[in-house]
């Protein structure tokens, strides 16, 4: 079975949050099963991996959009590095980016990328089992192969759709229906929802399947979903919930080149207590004091705006009892405020920006990570944190109502329920009571880091619905 997966993101090659460490690693996962070889598609991004690797030229051609041209190449990573075949769609103006998002003209883009991926395949009589869209970025496709007659090759050709955040939709007015590749006009209600192209929606209609990254996000979904509610029970019998996996081989503390200590469980104690003493040194804080972090884009779905009041009020009841660093960026008012408490607080960290490297050696070091999410369709960083011993204190949502189990039923996390200051002092307030017990402690990070959150199991689901 061949599978396409088609995606903005794909870890290590551009990553601007999960949706890439997810596109790195499932294709992988899934060539490890008998019969299966899935392929990734992405745009072209000038990031350092490709001037670091070599690619081939597979196919040169041009699309219409609009009035316009556009020459169309598709690139092969030469060696597939990345353990699995990587393509990347280049196209002059649209698709040769420093990033994937954050452009006024994005709808262009987004529809160059995937009018570009069905030519090319079109063009080349190439013919998938299964292509597999990530987010309302490529959410058209599953419309296009079935109604413009330009991929008329496609047609029949099975698509899954993932949610991996429902809060972005991509919506555009119908004035854009003209640099769309055209379409059978009698359909256009397949791509409209309250009287614009929703191109999530759309793929909501349209793919075979649809997945979300937690069942827990797929439940909420149904009340809370800007607008969509009622389309997606509508399509009920189509949706599934597969949670995410993470790739152990890239996020295993025993051979991780990011972190200054490795470790296993055998010495995690000892070694997480060296890491620990060393970032706070790097950024004055109090080593013999716990260490609370939080990773993460400051936007409201991630509780970010709860973090400055979180800053000041944990740091003051405790009586400077604690470490709080904070490694992202995004919201200015909220990046601005956590910097003034950055002068203000001793035992308060900021570092502002994007930081592999740095992330990697938080979730080694810290002793809890805080995620006071609003909206987490899956979340990542709970997995990474109790991978590498560090105990999650997370708002019991999405994927992290999945993944974390409070220690008061036996689980080796924190859960709170109501994303707001209260709930997540309280819940630092439970942790603060751990930490005093060296014992419960040191089991927790034992308990954590024994979970098993590899992709395997995940990956096979998907092989299952595609079969389906
Ligand atoms: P989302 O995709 O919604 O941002 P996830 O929890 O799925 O949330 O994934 C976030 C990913 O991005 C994780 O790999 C996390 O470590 C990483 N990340 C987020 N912010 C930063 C940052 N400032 N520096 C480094 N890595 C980050
Ligand atoms: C999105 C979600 C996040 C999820 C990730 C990967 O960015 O916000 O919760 O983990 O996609 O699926």
């Known amino acids: 079975m061949i599978i396409y997966h088609l995606s903005t993101e794909c870890y290590p090659v551009a990553k601007v949050g999960g949706l890439a460490d997810v596109v790195g690693a499932l294709p992988k996962y899934q060539n490890k099963i008998k019969d299966i070889e899935a392929k990734v598609v992405m745009p072209w991004y000038n990031k350092s991996f490709i001037y670091d690797h070599e690619f081939d030229i597979v196919f040169d051609g041009f699309i219409h959009q609009g009035g316009n041209m556009l020459q169309v190449q598709v690139l092969k990573e030469k060696s597939d590095v990345l353990g699995f075949e990587l393509y990347m769609v280049k196209i002059p103006g649209l698709l040769d980016r420093d990033n994937p998002y954050g452009y006024q003209d994005e709808n262009f883009q987004f529809i160059a990328f995937q009018h570009g991926v069905l030519h090319w395949l079109t063009a080349m009589n190439i013919r998938p089992d299964v292509l597999h869209c990530h987010d309302y970025h490529t959410g058209l496709v599953p419309f296009m192969i079935e109604n413009c007659a330009e991929f ?94 993470i790739d152990t081989e890239v996020w295993n503390p025993e051979t991780d080149p990011m972190l ?59 009586y400077g009892g604690l470490n709080i660093m904070i490694l992202g960026s995004g919201n200015t008012y909220i990046e601005n405020k956590l910097k003034e408490y950055e002068y203000t607080y001793t035992n308060f960290a900021l570092d502002l920006g994007y930081k592999e490297h740095l992330s990697h050696k938080i979730y080694a070091s810290a002793d809890f990570l805080l995620m006071p999410s609003r909206v987490e369709p899956c979340g990542l960083n709970q997995m990474y944190s109790m991978r590498y011993g560090t105990v999650p204190i997370v708002r019991y949502t999405g994927g992290l109502r999945d993944t974390v189990e409070d220690i008061s039923t036996g689980g080796a996390g924190i859960n709170f ?52």
């Open 417 to 468: 329920t109501y994303p707001g200051v209260d709930d997540v002092i309280h819940a630092m307030n439970r942790a603060l009571m751990l930490y005093n017990q060296k014992d419960v402690m040191e089991n927790l990070i034992h308990a954590n880091m024994n979970f098993d959150f590899a992709w395997e199991k995940s990956a096979e689901k998907y092989i299952a619905l595609y079969n389906h």
């Open 260 to 318: 200054d200590f490795n470790f296993n469980s055998e010495n995690a104690v000892e070694q997480k207590r060296k890491g620990k003493e060393k970032l706070c040194k790097e950024y004055g804080l109090k080593p013999e004091l716990p260490f609370f972090a939080f990773i993460g884009r400051f936007a409201t779905e991630k509780g970010a705006d709860l973090l400055p009041d979180i800053v000041w009020r944990s740091i003051k009841q405790s």
């Open 152 to 245: 008329s090759f496609l047609k029949g050709v099975k698509t899954v759709g993932t949610i991996h955040n429902g809060e972005y939709q991509g919506m555009m007015s119908w004035e854009m229906a003209k640099y769309l590749p055209s379409f059978d006009p009698y359909k256009w209600g397949l791509m409209d929802w309250n009287g614009l192209i929703n191109p999530l929606a759309s793929m909501i209609k349209c793919a075979n399947a649809f997945t979300t990254v937690s069942q827990g996000y797929l439940e909420e979904l149904f009340v809370s979903f800007r607008g969509l509610e009622s389309l997606v029970r509508d399509e009920f019998s189509k949706a599934y919930g597969i949670i995410n996996g």
